[in-house]
């Protein structure tokens, strides 16, 4: 009974003692205040492509035009993919535009003070504040996902290239990050795979689902040779979100739904 | 932390867990258990976290048998609560704690129960701020409500049943209390706000003696604020006070609430010093040590300080304060609240002065010898030698100016002792040549600092208040967030926290504007209350008198003179500058200064004392060695104003009293004093010994200063103005204040002002 109670009570205080084991999951890709980089300063110049100026206009004009702000979501994206899936802070308040008098900057744009776009910047997790990789794995953390092994996917992936979390491989091809859940449950676990090299034209943001430590690392390995890997589940043996091996449910014709006898009506 | 406690703690848990409830210490657990056996619910109350199946049980058990109705005696509102009805059909009836108040549509809960004279705790709520409801503090129990209310977000509806003291609402305060206390760092020992802080204030009402967080704490990264406001930011709880703050009063959008979730953290995002006049009243807002005084840190626990309430004299606003002192040293300034002028903010200059009564102060009397150094003496020595020139000099060539921090005592007698030896040349430092002094509406705020708030269309004549008087900014900055008020500005290039117009630098505009060419003018036009503000650097012009006159036509052409209002205004710059004019310091001849043979200086540092002959003989009176004390030959020392019983009029004309907080410093003596002694050794006795006496002489020149928190309101009278017919030049305006943290000669020898200048002026 004592020996019982001992035990026990050791096993607490080991409890109250052991450090979790990751200490502070941090969804965002930047701290949330700037830290000037070379690359990251508000003296970069920065300003909405050409074409890009176009859908600014296009963005504005969904709102009224006293509620500008509205607009600080959608062109914050905008910036985003423009700057190959990053959002440095001069595009958000740049200190000095590209063109004196050019009003293109995030804040300026929606004509707010700059610590208003920040926040809004800093809150939403998908804003990426530091430079990222040419392709930004972002594996999902959510629950199914993570009970089907998305730790050990994150672990695979770190390992393999290198880095830590957030951080960028030293050829610049990779970063990882970790998403929260992004609706593939049924295919858990999964990575997203977000390349906006290709500016806002042409940026992809595709789904490898169904993945495991060794798959991940052969996408990996495919997408630094400049192959395309294909997207959705990555189980052969199952189709889309179909369970493996075939349905084993469900298998004779849908009966029609129940409807009323309106001849007995 | 031991093993022993860990031990303890963990053993707590689990019995607690063991008998399916949190409690922790065994006497409480009984009487739990006895509470809920026990059909009287008063005694159900006990400290530790409570858990919820009994609570629901009490809950239904209160709704099975209603209470019979408590008959409340009445209570008085808390903090002077003033319950004021726009229009008498908007009244609604509430019961808070099952006592009837009647409150204007519109109130939230919070102020209902302020009303009722109950006190709901809070963090994020500030009655000049906009709502946030964000730190759930203030819940309340609102009957057919699911859920616990927060009051201070929550309008008030006819009839709602508001509970504040029941097991409901406590409990739900427990939590929040809970969960703050859950981040916040246990440095209550090492923290300067400790003593006066709201969460350790109320962690004693609804805080538990352990918590079950058994996490690592949070961290966040202090910011720099500049010299003014430390940082401690792992205590912050986020009740973004000082983000609204900065948003709605200073007008400076530079804090913002960043990140989300438990990473939430306050800051500028991009490193940025607070560049703004009223900053530091983010320390007294901030509910927690997050934000606290830099000059203070780690100066002086706040319990023992001595507190005086007194005025401030580092501009015409005299904003109220409270003068914090430890023995001889001020140790802090924090305002005071006066709806009327500064409502509950102060500048940062106001604020952090204080350092500056400590540097460079006078001490002892001296004179300059023959070799040019100066030589301590005793006060005999000093007046004598003093007296003595005065009395070998012409009348006329005698010459005294009084200077920006003097109170109306001193002037009177200055004024009294230099009559008495017949020279009526005295005259106020910043006033400018043949001042008026003749008609008070003339150079007063007449609409009043409060009355501004009524005003639509503002035009500001060659002032910045921003940096001339931030308190009177902080109003229009309030008129126009609010009404979206008109600014015109006709001035040099400044920096305003609100949006103007800028309409011209120069008297041209003025001149259009006048003759209703400029677009301007149709806002004129337009406006209900048009607020004309005229700086009295303008005072200092030589065609002031031109100047005048056209914004006298501007004022006809807006009709800002009338019965209901009187939207002519000047903004003067200095403490005495209103009682100076009241108590008629107007000097016979304009260049007294050139033929002066004995200059007596009260204070007077701002005098261009480079036309004075040389073989003047030169007394400064004052506190501090500063620029005059260069040129004297004999050197009185005087108190400063935290020092000395003293009146001061502010610029709309409401008469304040300074109180002494500290001592004199060294042998310094009140200035009124050392006047009053030199004009018996000069063989001119002024008749009064004391300040009764002197207050009774006021009382013949200008009673309305003997009426302290009084505002004298100034007659109209528009038809008495002589015409002018000076010429008025081009030349534009200047600023009349070039560096807002120093302008007299206290804040000239504060260290903190001037990191202030060097680090916050570069930026603007």
């Known amino acids: 009974m004592f020996a019982r109670l001992a035990t026990k009570r050791f096993l607490e205080i080991r409890q109250i003692f052991r450090q979790p084991s ?244 | 932390m031991g093993f022993g406690l860990l031990a303890l703690r963990a053993s707590r848990t689990s019995s607690a867990i063991n008998r399916s409830c949190f409690s922790t210490s065994p006497t409480l657990l009984i009487s739990r258990i006895f509470a809920s056996q026990s059909p009287n619910p008063s005694n159900r109350h006990s400290r530790g976290i409570v858990s919820t199946p009994e609570l629901l049980q009490n809950a239904e058990a ?41 409150i204007p549509k519109g109130m939230t809960v919070l102020q209902a129960c302020e009303v009722a004279g109950v006190d709901i705790p809070r963090f994020c709520y500030h009655s000049r701020l906009s709502i946030a409801g964000n730190c759930r503090m203030c819940l309340v129990e609102v009957e057919k409500s699911p859920k616990p209310v927060a009051s201070c977000a929550m309008p008030a509806l006819p009839g709602m049943k508001i509970k504040t003291d029941t097991p409901v609402a406590k409990k739900a305060r427990e939590g929040v209390m809970e969960f703050l206390l859950m981040n916040h760092p246990l440095d209550c020992p090492i923290c300067d706000q400790g003593g006066e802080c709201d969460l350790q204030d109320q962690s004693m009402a609804f805080g538990s003696d352990r918590g079950r967080f058994t996490d690592v704490k949070r961290s966040v ?95 015409a606003v005299g904003s109220n304060i409270r003068i914090d002192s430890r023995g001889p040293e001020v140790m802090r300034i924090i305002p005071r609240l006066n709806e009327d002028i500064n409502e509950e903010w102060i500048s940062d200059k106001t604020r952090f002065c204080y350092d500056g009564l400590k540097r460079q102060r006078l001490n002892d009397p001296m004179i300059r010898g023959p070799d040019g150094r100066f030589k301590s003496v005793s006060w005999r020595d000093a007046l004598a030698i003093v007296a003595e020139v005065a009395r070998q000099v012409q009348p006329e060539e005698i010459v005294g100016v009084a200077g920006r921090l003097s109170d109306a005592e001193s002037m009177m007698a200055l004024k009294d002792f ?128 031109a100047i005048l006159s056209v914004v006298d036509s501007i004022a006809k052409l807006g009709n800002v003179v009338r019965p209901d209002w009187n939207g002519l205004n000047f903004l003067l710059l200095h403490a005495a500058q209103a009682a100076s004019l009241d108590l008629g310091l107007v000097p016979e001849s304009d260049n007294s200064i050139e033929s002066a043979k004995f200059l007596y200086l009260m204070g007077a540092d701002d005098v261009e004392l480079e036309k004075l002959p ?10 501090h060695g500063d620029r005059s004390v260069y040129r004297a030959n004999v050197i009185l020392p005087a108190s400063a104003f935290s020092e000395k019983e003293g009146t001061y009029e502010n610029t709309e004309g409401c008469s304040q009293q300074t109180l002494p907080a500290v001592p004199t410093v060294g042998d310094a003596r009140d200035d009124w004093k050392i006047i009053r002694a030199l004009s018996e050794v000069a063989g001119v006795c002024l008749p009064y010994d004391n300040l009764a006496g002197i207050h009774s002489r006021i009382s013949v020149v200008a009673p309305n200063l003997l009426r302290v928190d009084d505002r004298e309101p100034t007659l109209i009278h528009t038809d008495l103005k002589p015409d002018c017919q000076q010429k008025m030049s081009t030349e534009p305006f200047c600023s009349a204040v070039d560096n807002f943290y120093m302008t007299d000669s206290i804040t000239r020898a504060s260290k903190i002002m001037a990191q202030c200048s060097a680090s916050l002026l570069l930026k603007k």
């Open chain 1, 22 to 265: 990751q200490p502070s999951r941090s969804f965002s890709t930047a701290l949330n205040y700037h830290i000037d980089s070379p690359d990251n300063s508000p003296d970069t110049p920065w300003e909405f492509s050409v074409a890009n100026k176009e859908r600014v206009k296009e963005i504005l004009s969904h709102y009224p035009s006293n509620y500008k702000q509205s607009a600080v979501i959608p062109l914050l994206d905008l910036a985003q993919q423009q700057h190959g899936g990053w959002l440095p802070v001069s595009a958000m308040n740049a200190k000095y535009p590209l063109q004196k008098n050019s009003s293109s900057r995030v804040a300026k744009v929606v004509k707010v003070a700059p610590i208003r776009v920040y926040e809004v910047a800093t809150f939403y997790s998908m804003f990426n504040r530091t430079k990222v990789g040419k392709y930004h794995l972002l594996v999902c953390g959510t629950t199914p996902c993570m009970i089907r092994g998305s730790r050990d996917i994150e672990e695979a992936l770190l390992k393999h290239l290198g880095v830590k979390r957030n951080e960028v491989t030293k050829d610049g091809l990779f970063s990882v990050g970790e998403m929260e859940c992004m609706g593939c449950c049924v295919n858990a676990p999964m990575i997203t795979v977000a390349d906006y090299s290709k500016g806002s034209e042409g940026y992809t943001y595709n789904y490898y689902e169904d993945i495991t430590p060794k798959r991940v690392v052969e996408i990996v390995e495919m997408l630094r040779r400049g192959e395309a890997p294909p997207v959705g589940t990555q189980n052969p043996k199952r189709i889309r979100s179909g369970p493996e091996g075939g349905n084993t449910t469900l298998l004779s014709e849908p009966k029609p739904p129940p409807c009323r006898d309106l001849d007995a009506c």
């Open chain 2, 62 to 102: 209160t709704a099975e048998a209603p209470q019979p109705q408590e008959i409340h005696p009445p209570r008085t509102p808390l903090a002077g609560a003033r319950v004021h009805f726009p229009n008498p059909e908007d009244a609604i009836e509430v019961f808070v704690d099952g006592f009837p108040v009647t």
């Open chain 2, 418 to 545: 230099l009559n008495r030896m017949g020279s009526n040349n005295v005259w106020f430092e910043g006033n400018g040549v043949r001042p008026n002094a003749d008609l008070r509406s003339g150079y007063l705020l007449n609409s009043s600092i409060s009355g501004l708030e009524k005003a639509d269309v503002f035009l500001l004549v060659g002032t910045q208040p921003r940096i001339e008087a931030p308190m009177v900014n902080a109003r229009i900055h309030k008129t126009v967030r609010a009404t979206h008020a008109k600014v015109g500005y006709i001035g040099p290039p400044t920096d305003f926290n609100y949006n103007y117009e800028n309409l011209g630098t120069g008297p041209q505009t003025l001149l259009e504007i006048a003759e209703g060419r400029h677009p301007f003018c149709s806002a004129l036009r337009n406006a209900k209350n048009l607020a004309i503000i005229v700086g009295a650097g303008l005072f200092e012009r030589k065609d002031k008198d």
């Open chain 2, 221 to 315: 990264v202090d910011k720099n604020l500049g010299p003014l406001v430390k940082t401690v930011m792992t205590r912050c709880i986020q009740c973004t006070r000082c983000v609204r703050f900065a948003t709605e009063v200073a007008g400076v959008q530079d804090l913002g609430m960043l990140g989300r979730g438990s990473g939430e953290e306050i800051g500028t995002y991009v490193e940025k010093l607070m560049t703004s006049e009223l900053s530091g009243n983010v320390i007294d807002i901030c509910p927690v040590g997050a934000l606290t005084s830099k000059p203070f840190a780690f100066k002086a626990r706040n319990w023992e300080l001595k507190a005086t309430e007194t005025i401030d004299v580092t501009d």
């Open chain 2, 614 to 623: 040389s073989d003047a003989f030169v007394v400064y009176q004052g506190h």
